[in-house]
C-alpha cells in the first residue's frame, strides 16, 4: 500500500495524518520539534496553538460557526480534541491549549497508521504522495525546496493586514467618495476618504502613541519591521507628523463638504466585488484587537464601524497558491504534492485545519488511484478551496473564512432577504450544511 508523507505535524497535519489513516492508509507524520524549534513554538506537542486559544465563534449562523460544523461532519480529529478540551468563552470555542495539543498528540501516537518522525525535512520525497503542511514558520531549507519545487521565489515573508470594516457601517454623512486629484482608472471615485481635522488627527496620534500592542510573539516580530509595511504606531512614534505624510496623506482629496483638502485623511479601499467591505489602507498595525476597535473608531465616520477582520504583522510563509494549486491542494506541476494549513494560502487556525483535512483526503483517493474528490462550491471548505486556486494571483492575500468566499444567494432569495442580513446568513450555511450533506451521501464519510 502507498505510504503518504505528510511533512510538519500541526493543525493543518495532524488532520491530514487522521484523515488519511482513518482509510487505512499508512502516513509518515515528519514534525521537526523538539528536534529544532520554530520562533513561536514552545513544546514538543503536535497542533501547538502559538498564540490565542480561541478557534472563534461557534454561534450557529456566522462563518466560522459554519466552518466548524462541515469539520465536526467529516469527523475531524482536532474538532474532537477541541470539544474535549473547550473552557468557557462566550460564543467563543476556546480551548486549554494544552489539553488540546496533548489530545491530538496522543491520539495520533496511538494511531498503528501512523509512524510519527521526529526530523526536519528539507526536500519533499520524489516520486511519493507528499502533503507539505508546515505552516508559517516553515523552516529555512525547506522554504527553498518549495521555491524549487514550485519554481518560483515568490514565497512571502511578512504578513501585514489592514483592519476591514463592514461598508454599511461607515458612516457617510461623513466620510465621501473621491479618487486622489480626482484621478481613477475607471472614472468612478474609487476611495472612501475618512477626513479629520487638525483637532481630529492630534487626538487620534495621542491615542495611538498610548494604545496597547501585542506583545511581540517571536523575536523576529519585534524588530527589524519591515520598512515597506511599518505599523501605523510605529509611523506615529517616528513623528506626530509622519502619518500625515504617509497613509493619512490628504493632498489631492477635495472634502464636499468643505470645498478643501482636509487635514490628514484616512482611505478606505474595497475589498471585495460586492462592495460590502472595505479596508483601511495602509494601516497594518500591532495593536491589540480591543485597542485596534477603539482607536479606529476615533476615525471620523468610522464612529460606528463593525469589524469583519482587525490588523496584524507578523512572519508569514505561503505560497501564491491561485497560481499554483487546483482545487483539490495539488500542485499544478507536480500533482502529488499537495500544500495544507496556512502555507497554503489560508489564514487561521480553523482554515488551516480544514485545509489539513481536504488534503488528506485528497491525498487519500490519490494512494488509491482516484481522482481527488473536490467539496462543494456551496460549502465553507469548498470556498476556501475555491479562493486558494482562484483569487488574483496578482499580490495574493490568505483569506480567513467568511462569507465573502461562499456563492452569493440568488437574486429572489436575496430580495426577499435583503433587509435582514441574519436571515441572509442562516441561508447560506442552510445551503451549504444541505450540500454538505448531500456529498457525504454520495461519498460516504470515508
Ligand atoms: C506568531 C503567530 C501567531 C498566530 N496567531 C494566530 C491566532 O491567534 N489565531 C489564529 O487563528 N491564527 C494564528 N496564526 C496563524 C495560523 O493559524 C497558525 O500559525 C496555525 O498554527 C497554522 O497552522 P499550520 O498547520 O499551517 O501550521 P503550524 O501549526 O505552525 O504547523 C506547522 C508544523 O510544521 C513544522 N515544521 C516546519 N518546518 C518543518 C520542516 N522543515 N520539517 C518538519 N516539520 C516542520 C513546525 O514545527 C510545526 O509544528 C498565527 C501565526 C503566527 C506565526
Redesign the pocket.
Same mark, same amino acid.
Given at each position: 500500500m502507498t505510504t503518504i508523507h505528510i511533512?510538519? !505535524?500541526?493543525? !493543518?497535519?495532524s488532520e491530514a495524518a487522521h484523515q488519511v489513516a482513518r482509510q487505512g492508509i499508512p502516513v509518515v507524520l515528519?514534525?521537526?520539534?523538539p528536534v529544532r524549534q520554530?520562533p513561536?513554538?514552545q513544546t514538543d506537542r503536535?497542533?501547538?496553538?502559538?498564540?490565542?486559544n *480561541?478557534l472563534?465563534t461557534d454561534q450557529e449562523g456566522a462563518a466560522p460557526w459554519l466552518l466548524k460544523e462541515e469539520l465536526r461532519r467529516l469527523d475531524s480529529l482536532l474538532m474532537r480534541a477541541a470539544n474535549i478540551a473547550r473552557v468557557p468563552g462566550g460564543h467563543a470555542l476556546t480551548v486549554d491549549r494544552v489539553v488540546f495539543a496533548e489530545e491530538v498528540t496522543r491520539a495520533i501516537a496511538s494511531n498503528p497508521l501512523i509512524e510519527l518522525r521526529r526530523?526536519?525535512?528539507?526536500v519533499v520525497p520524489d516520486n511519493q504522495i507528499s502533503i507539505i503542511?508546515?505552516?508559517?514558520?516553515?523552516?529555512d !531549507?525547506?522554504a527553498a525546496e518549495i521555491g524549487r519545487l514550485t519554481g518560483s521565489d515568490r514565497l512571502f515573508f511578512y504578513d501585514s493586514i489592514s483592519p476591514i470594516v463592514e461598508a454599511d457601517s461607515i458612516d457617510m454623512s461623513i466620510a465621501f467618495r473621491a479618487s486622489r486629484y480626482g484621478k481613477s482608472l475607471d472614472g468612478t471615485d474609487d476611495y472612501i476618504n475618512c477626513p479629520f481635522t487638525r483637532e481630529e488627527y492630534e487626538r487620534f496620534v495621542d491615542a495611538l502613541l498610548a494604545g496597547e500592542s501585542v506583545p511581540a510573539?517571536?523575536e523576529e516580530?519585534r524588530t527589524p519591521f519591515f520598512e515597506a509595511c511599518l505599523p501605523i504606531e510605529e509611523l506615529a512614534r517616528r513623528g506626530r507628523e509622519t502619518l500625515r505624510f504617509g497613509p493619512m496623506k490628504p493632498v489631492g482629496l477635495e472634502d464636499p463638504r468643505t470645498g478643501r483638502w482636509p487635514y490628514a485623511a484616512v482611505q478606505l479601499r474595497q475589498e471585495n466585488l460586492r462592495a460590502d467591505s472595505y479596508n483601511l489602507v495602509g494601516f497594518q498595525n500591532h495593536l491589540r484587537f480591543g485597542e485596534q476597535a477603539r482607536i479606529m473608531r476615533l476615525i471620523p465616520g468610522l464612529e460606528k464601524a463593525e469589524f469583519v477582520r482587525f490588523g496584524q504583522i507578523?512572519?508569514?510563509t505561503y505560497i501564491n497558491s491561485p497560481a499554483l494549486l487546483t482545487p483539490t491542494l495539488q500542485l499544478r506541476n507536480n500533482p502529488n504534492v499537495l500544500f !495544507?494549513?496556512?502555507?497554503s494560502g489560508v489564514?487561521?487556525?480553523?482554515? *488551516?485545519i480544514a485545509t489539513?483535512l481536504v488534503a488528506g483526503r485528497f491525498a487519500a483517493d490519490l494512494a488509491k488511484g482516484c481522482q481527488p474528490r473536490p467539496l462543494p462550491r456551496e460549502t465553507a471548505i469548498g470556498s476556501l478551496c475555491h479562493y486558494i486556486s482562484a483569487a488574483d494571483p496578482t499580490d495574493y492575500q490568505p483569506a480567513n473564512i467568511t462569507f465573502d468566499l461562499l456563492p452569493t444567494l440568488d437574486d429572489a432569495t436575496r430580495q426577499k432577504l435583503r433587509r435582514d442580513k441574519r436571515a441572509r446568513h442562516a441561508e447560506v450555511c442552510r445551503r451549504a450544511i444541505e450540500s454538505m450533506d448531500g456529498f457525504l451521501n454520495v461519498h460516504a464519510a470515508v
Amino acid at each position: 500500500m502507498t505510504t503518504i508523507h505528510i511533512i510538519g !505535524a500541526g493543525l !493543518a497535519g495532524s488532520e491530514a495524518a487522521h484523515q488519511v489513516a482513518r482509510q487505512g492508509i499508512p502516513v509518515v507524520l515528519h514534525e521537526m520539534r523538539p528536534v529544532r524549534q520554530t520562533p513561536a513554538h514552545q513544546t514538543d506537542r503536535l497542533a501547538e496553538l502559538v498564540c490565542s486559544n *480561541s478557534l472563534k465563534t461557534d454561534q450557529e449562523g456566522a462563518a466560522p460557526w459554519l466552518l466548524k460544523e462541515e469539520l465536526r461532519r467529516l469527523d475531524s480529529l482536532l474538532m474532537r480534541a477541541a470539544n474535549i478540551a473547550r473552557v468557557p468563552g462566550g460564543h467563543a470555542l476556546t480551548v486549554d491549549r494544552v489539553v488540546f495539543a496533548e489530545e491530538v498528540t496522543r491520539a495520533i501516537a496511538s494511531n498503528p497508521l501512523i509512524e510519527l518522525r521526529r526530523e526536519e525535512v528539507d526536500v519533499v520525497p520524489d516520486n511519493q504522495i507528499s502533503i507539505i503542511a508546515t505552516g508559517p514558520l516553515t523552516s529555512d !531549507a525547506l522554504a527553498a525546496e518549495i521555491g524549487r519545487l514550485t519554481g518560483s521565489d515568490r514565497l512571502f515573508f511578512y504578513d501585514s493586514i489592514s483592519p476591514i470594516v463592514e461598508a454599511d457601517s461607515i458612516d457617510m454623512s461623513i466620510a465621501f467618495r473621491a479618487s486622489r486629484y480626482g484621478k481613477s482608472l475607471d472614472g468612478t471615485d474609487d476611495y472612501i476618504n475618512c477626513p479629520f481635522t487638525r483637532e481630529e488627527y492630534e487626538r487620534f496620534v495621542d491615542a495611538l502613541l498610548a494604545g496597547e500592542s501585542v506583545p511581540a510573539h517571536i523575536e523576529e516580530d519585534r524588530t527589524p519591521f519591515f520598512e515597506a509595511c511599518l505599523p501605523i504606531e510605529e509611523l506615529a512614534r517616528r513623528g506626530r507628523e509622519t502619518l500625515r505624510f504617509g497613509p493619512m496623506k490628504p493632498v489631492g482629496l477635495e472634502d464636499p463638504r468643505t470645498g478643501r483638502w482636509p487635514y490628514a485623511a484616512v482611505q478606505l479601499r474595497q475589498e471585495n466585488l460586492r462592495a460590502d467591505s472595505y479596508n483601511l489602507v495602509g494601516f497594518q498595525n500591532h495593536l491589540r484587537f480591543g485597542e485596534q476597535a477603539r482607536i479606529m473608531r476615533l476615525i471620523p465616520g468610522l464612529e460606528k464601524a463593525e469589524f469583519v477582520r482587525f490588523g496584524q504583522i507578523h512572519r508569514n510563509t505561503y505560497i501564491n497558491s491561485p497560481a499554483l494549486l487546483t482545487p483539490t491542494l495539488q500542485l499544478r506541476n507536480n500533482p502529488n504534492v499537495l500544500f !495544507a494549513g496556512q502555507i497554503s494560502g489560508v489564514e487561521g487556525y480553523v482554515e *488551516s485545519i480544514a485545509t489539513g483535512l481536504v488534503a488528506g483526503r485528497f491525498a487519500a483517493d490519490l494512494a488509491k488511484g482516484c481522482q481527488p474528490r473536490p467539496l462543494p462550491r456551496e460549502t465553507a471548505i469548498g470556498s476556501l478551496c475555491h479562493y486558494i486556486s482562484a483569487a488574483d494571483p496578482t499580490d495574493y492575500q490568505p483569506a480567513n473564512i467568511t462569507f465573502d468566499l461562499l456563492p452569493t444567494l440568488d437574486d429572489a432569495t436575496r430580495q426577499k432577504l435583503r433587509r435582514d442580513k441574519r436571515a441572509r446568513h442562516a441561508e447560506v450555511c442552510r445551503r451549504a450544511i444541505e450540500s454538505m450533506d448531500g456529498f457525504l451521501n454520495v461519498h460516504a464519510a470515508v
